[in-house]
């Protein structure tokens, strides 16, 4: 036994009339493109019918269409430029809207001439117009096909959306050339305009140069004369500048010289100051033997004192002689203490006698540097003035061929004003 497959229930959405629905425009013309396409209210109650369907779903229908513009590089950047995607998307959502509510009066007609005018303004061609409002068109069929509705009905719902998305174009299309002509007549005009505005311009530039060249050429005259004059005055300056600077050239090697003297006096002053410290360093040594032998001659005259006085009577005269001998060696001990000290002092001066004599150093150093930098600059002054001179020299031949080509201008006023009065003719004429 074969098992008997069940027919598929299709949908209906085409049983209910809506108000509001029709055709309100006055205009002769667009009338006739309606007839021509066969666009009547039973169309528009079918669109109305699909509305509740498409509203859903409208931001796929914009995405169809601006997502086949945002392949085109160019168009991509004239919408950065002049608006937004987000924006242009809300705007088309409205639009989409609105042309499924299946009311076509003036608004409906002036919406549609605006929608274009923004897409003349962001640079979208008719071509790629068509091709992305195909994809369009292509979605929400798609739409329609996913509601399985009986197969008449969506014949009809097809039938309605081409005649609706004819007229949308019919009026998109025809405000693209009437944007283009009247952009055309406007550029042609501004052209010709300006055209007209150039060559006058020139003509009266012309003019004014033919006759203000016979008194500028006898101001050339007198002028390259007046150049001359300072071109042989500079060079005389020039070459006063070249003996200055040789000068002071003579002057910075003179200093150069005495600052490598200083220089090599510091070092002198800095070994001997090196010597000083060593001798200072070798007294010190010695005091310090001195001191031992004070302390310790200051303790054999306490013995001896020790010794004196057990010897009573007979040790009386020896005790003085250890009495005197230890004051001696208290003197020796507070000398020595005292030149220790006259050496410490003596050691911290040369200390910072040796500090400054390295700062003057590091100063002479430094100035010898500086002085070297100073004749290398004199010497590059001394080459630049001799290339002055040579230059003003040529300058001066200069000079001399310009006096010529001045007499050629001289030669040439007739034919400008000749120019001028043949463009003015052209201007009248234009």
Known sequence: MF????????????????????????????????????????????????????????KEVVDAFYGTIGNVPEFKQMIEKY????????????????????RIDENYIEVRRRVANKHVLIGLTTKWYLASFQKLEGKVQEIVSDLNLLEVEQKKIFQAIR????????IVLDEYDRVAQSVSVKEQEKVRNEVKEIIGNISVTLEEQSFATN????????????VNELLQN??????????????????????????????DRTI?????????NRSSSEIQAVVEIVKDIAGQTNLLALNSAIEAARAGEHGKGFAVVANEVRKLADQTKQSVEKIATLIGMSSEVTSEVTQSIHHIQELVQNGMEQNEKSLESFEKISSTVVTTISDFESVG??????????????????????????????????
Do not use: W
Not at 245 to 257: A, N, P
Not at 268 to 275: C, G, I, N, S
């Open 163 to 170: 005649k609706v998305c004819n007229l949308e174009q019919q």
């Open 3 to 58: 098992a008997i497959k069940k027919k598929e229930s299709r949908n209906s959405i085409l049983n209910e009339r809506f108000s509001n629905v029709g055709i309100f425009v006055e205009d002769p013309k667009l009338q006739l493109q309606l007839d021509i396409i066969g666009l009547t209210e039973e169309d528009l109650q079918t669109i109305r019918a699909v509305k509740p369907f498409i509203d859903p779903r409208v």
């Open 83 to 102: 608006s937004t995607s987000e924006r242009l998307s809300h705007t088309l959502r409205h639009h989409l809207i609105e042309m499924f509510a299946g």
């Open 234 to 263: 500079s060079i005389q300056d020039a070459q006063d500048t070249r003996q200055a600077s040789s000068e002071g050239y003579k002057q910075l090697q003179y200093l150069s010289d005495q600052t490598k003297e200083i220089n």
């Open 215 to 226: 008194d500028a050429v006898s101001e050339l005259f007198t002028n390259t004369k007046s």
């Open 397 to 430: 031949q200069q000079v001399e061929e310009l006096s010529q080509i001045v007499e050629r201008i001289g030669n040439t006023t007739e034919q400008l004003e000749e120019a001028a009065s043949k463009l003015k003719e052209t201007i009248v004429a234009f």
């Open 268 to 276: 002198q002053m800095t070994k001997m100051v090196q010597d000083l």
